[in-house]
Nanobody, 129 residues
Framework: QVNLVESGGGSVQAGGSLRLSCQAS????????MGWFRQAPGKEREGIAS????????SYADSVKGRFTISRDNGRKSLYLQMNSLKPEDTAMYYC??????????????????????RGQGTQVTVSS
């Protein structure tokens, strides 16, 4: 069982940056693929970034590619999302997620992050123009 707690959200102006963190507790953290998804009011969940269990392979949604960077520190049981050049359309609740069945999302793509069974409570990101 893995529990996830996100932090680092907040309000920022367009063009600004935020760094989200996700602290995991529980065993076998380093065996899980992980990722971030977001959900804005009235919209579906969007998987935006994934990372394999070793932290080697990453994938991104086109909407954030080149602006966001996902990373993990297995020693600290932590997952991160560095968000740069933020836009108002990035406003959403951001969730970290983990899948104990997968070491990597592989060909499934980043969209599956929105379906990962282990999720945190979310942290709000608001970007003003």
């Amino acid at each position: 069982q893995v529990n996830l707690v996100e932090s680092g959200g907040g309000s920022v102006q367009a063009g600004g940056s935020l760094r989200l963190s996700c602290q995991a507790s529980g065993y076998s953290y380093s065996n899980y693929s992980m990722g971030w998804f977001r959900q804005a009011p009235g919209k579906e969940r969007e998987g935006i970034a994934s990372i394999d269990s070793l932290g080697v392979t990453t994938s991104y949604a086109d909407s954030v590619k080149g602006r966001f960077t996902i990373s993990r520190d297995n020693g600290r049981k932590s997952l991160y999302l560095q968000m740069n050049s933020l836009k108002p359309e990035d406003t959403a609740m951001y969730y970290c997620a983990a899948d104990p069945r997968l070491r990597s999302v592989g060909s499934r793509g980043v969209a599956v992050v929105a379906l990962m069974p282990v999720r945190g409570q979310g942290t709000q990101v608001t970007v003003s123009s």
